[in-house]
């Protein structure tokens, strides 16, 4: 080994004398100690012996040189040093343009990094080539050879040419062979390896039968099998071919092998969910109909089928319009609005079935389709109103007993104060705490009627300034709002809304925060109005908010859990919405929206 150079064959294999004699090694000019490994692992396989030198300072032995890979990233000088290094050169830059600068000085061919190793090993085995080739051979024929390498290499999987023997001796082999087998081109074209001992034993018989089929009917080839690695690893591979015909005689197979390893993973994983998406959309209660851009039937679960009463194959292309014209009228009327919603369809005997329908637009292959859910609420319905009314009977007999137990207790010590024939202060304070306790029940069972039977919005259109003003003489407040929201004009039930702000801002006022912090907010907006009100009491527990617009829930001791229900349904009769959010800086907001609307 010359002194301040280091020749090495793998990472541990030190290159003899008589190694370099017998093959001529590849000179490496790097620093990059990525570059060297990756160089060092494609020259192995080639069976070539490296000598490397980080500089071009560093001496080696001219004589035994027979291509020169020179990496130009961190180098300088390297164009007038060009003319000295053995050739061919294979110039490794990072900049494209300087590569045309590197060749123009004496570079046989250049790489720019980054670069894929299939690239890189192409590169090599064209450079190799220019080295080796017999004289006289045109030098613009070896570039068009190095050209068509490196096109070959980027194109993915692996191009071949091979007999079409017992070996399926490989004539040529793309360098992306080593991604696909692990192994170098060499190692095949060699025959050391042999491509028909990787397939998968189960397999090999009969693709060799469908090969052999192909090429006596004189048609390609198409297979689909299994193939270990060198890394023991198992992929499974598409090949596609022909046999390529000297007259009638066969002279070799040729063709293109692909890796379906990944795009088979995914096929069967999507599979799978296929399958798990056609048991749940086979045991589900909710009817799921698909449909195409012209509105016929693509599919239809079993929910569907029952349901509708057809079975799959005669509802499949058919036309959904065509299905619901023997449905009833108010299903169809669902369906034309051309957006979610929830209707009923009443039966004789007063019997009804409630439905959520929703309605997707979706792609599938390109092409635009309907989906329909159809569900039926009508039994969760039932159970939902069945506890409703447990609860709401609960309610009303605690609150009658709470006022029937002191009543009759009060009664009783009346007439002991009327068998004493004296007249005692006592009977006063007993007649008004039972008129106390009847005047309760009373507002109690109001507020029930008023939830139960809430009529439909009357609209007339009105300012916000004279409602906002009616309000002040009830409940103390503060107004924050612009003149002219104040002047706006919308289309309300005065009545209803003045019922449902009168609760919010009794509800404000009790929250316990300072009363001159109650606040009315008003803002107008093009599509409508939004009014917000504001305390800064406590505020409701985050866990307790989605809990207090259900009816008969209160956070008071004496609340009957009915007024930000009735305040809800008052704003949801106007087509607008009702939410409750913590205030920042403390409290809660209670804010309403009110679309425009336009007086009956």
């Known amino acids: 080994m010359l002194p301040g150079t280091s020749q090495r064959f793998g990472p541990n294999h030190p290159v003899t004398a008589s190694d370099l004699h017998a093959t001529p090694a590849v000179l490496v000019v790097t620093r990059d100690p990525a570059v060297l490994d990756d160089l060092h692992s494609l020259l192995r396989a080639r069976g070539r012996p490296v000598v490397h030198i980080s500089d071009l300072a560093t001496g080696y032995d001219r004589a035994r040189i027979g291509l020169t890979i020179l990496d130009t990233c961190d180098l300088v000088g390297v164009e007038a040093a060009l003319a000295e290094l053995p050739r061919p050169i294979l110039a490794v830059t990072d900049d494209d ?222 036309r959904f319009a065509d299905l619901l014209t023997a449905l009833p009228n108010e299903l169809r009327e669902a369906v034309g609005r051309g957006r979610d919603s929830i209707f009923t369809v009443d039966h004789q005997g007063g019997d009804f079935e409630a439905y959520h329908l929703v309605m997707r637009n979706v792609q599938i292959s390109g092409r635009p389709h309907t989906a329909y859910a159809f569900k039926r609420l009508t039994r969760e319905l039932a159970r939902q109103e069945v506890e409703v009314w447990k609860k709401v009977i609960r309610l009303i007999a605690h609150e009658i007993n709470n006022t029937l137990a002191p009543i009759s207790s009060l009664l009783h010590s009346a007439r002991l104060i009327n068998a004493a024939e004296a007249r005692d202060a006592r009977l006063d304070r007993i007649i008004d705490t039972i008129s106390e306790r009847s005047k309760h029940l009373g507002e109690f069972l109001k507020g029930y009627t008023q939830f139960a039977r809430l009529p439909r919005p009357r609209l007339e259109s009105t300012k916000w300034r004279s409602l906002i003003d009616r309000l002040d003489e009830l409940v103390q407040f503060k107004i924050d709002a612009a003149p002219e929201d104040l002047n706006t004009v919308n289309a309300v039930d005065r009545s209803q809304i003045e019922q449902a702000l009168i609760n919010l801002l009794k509800n404000a006022v009790e929250a316990g925060g300072p009363p001159e912090e109650v606040t009315l907010r008003l803002r107008a907006h093009r599509e409508g109005d939004e009014i917000q009100v504001l305390d800064r009491g406590p505020g409701i527990p985050p866990e307790l908010l989605p809990k207090v617009l259900l009816p008969f829930y209160s956070t008071k001791r004496t609340g009957t859990g009915l007024g930000l229900p009735l305040c809800r349904e008052i704003i949801d009769a106007h087509g607008g919405n009702l939410r409750i959010e913590a205030r920042e800086g403390g409290g809660t907001a209670v804010i309403l929206w009110l679309p425009r609307l336009a007086a009956a």
Request: contains cysteine.
């Open 97 to 318: 343009s300087r590569a045309e600068a590197l060749v123009g000085a004496g570079a046989s061919d250049f790489v720019v990094l980054p670069c894929s190793r299939a690239v890189l090993s192409a590169r090599i085995a064209a450079a190799l080539r220019l080295r080796e080739r017999v004289p006289g051979h045109s030098p613009a024929l070896s570039d068009s050879q190095g050209s068509l390498q490196t096109l070959i290499a980027n194109l993915p999987g692996v191009v071949y040419r091979c007999l079409n023997d017992v070996d399926w001796t490989m004539l040529f082999v793309s360098e992306g062979c080593y991604d696909l087998t692990g192994y170098a081109p060499e190692e095949f074209t060699s025959g050391r390896v042999h491509f028909i001992g990787l397939v998968h034993h189960e397999d090999r018989d009969r693709v060799r039968a469908q090969i052999d089929q192909a090429v006596a009917e004189r048609r390609p080839f198409r297979v689909t099998y299994r193939l270990h690695t060198a890394a023991g690893a198992c992929k499974w591979l598409w090949a596609q071919g022909q046999g390529v015909f000297d007259d009638n005689n066969l002279i070799a197979l040729e063709g293109v092998i692909t890796d379906l390893s990944e795009l088979r993973q995914t096929k069967l994983e999507l599979e799978e969910r296929e399958v798990l998406l056609e048991t749940l959309l086979a045991v589900t209660e909710t009817a799921y109909i698909l449909c195409d851009e012209h509105g016929a039937v693509d599919y239809a679960n079993l929910a569907a089928q029952t349901w509708l009463k057809l079975p799959d194959s005669r509802l499949v292309g058919a």
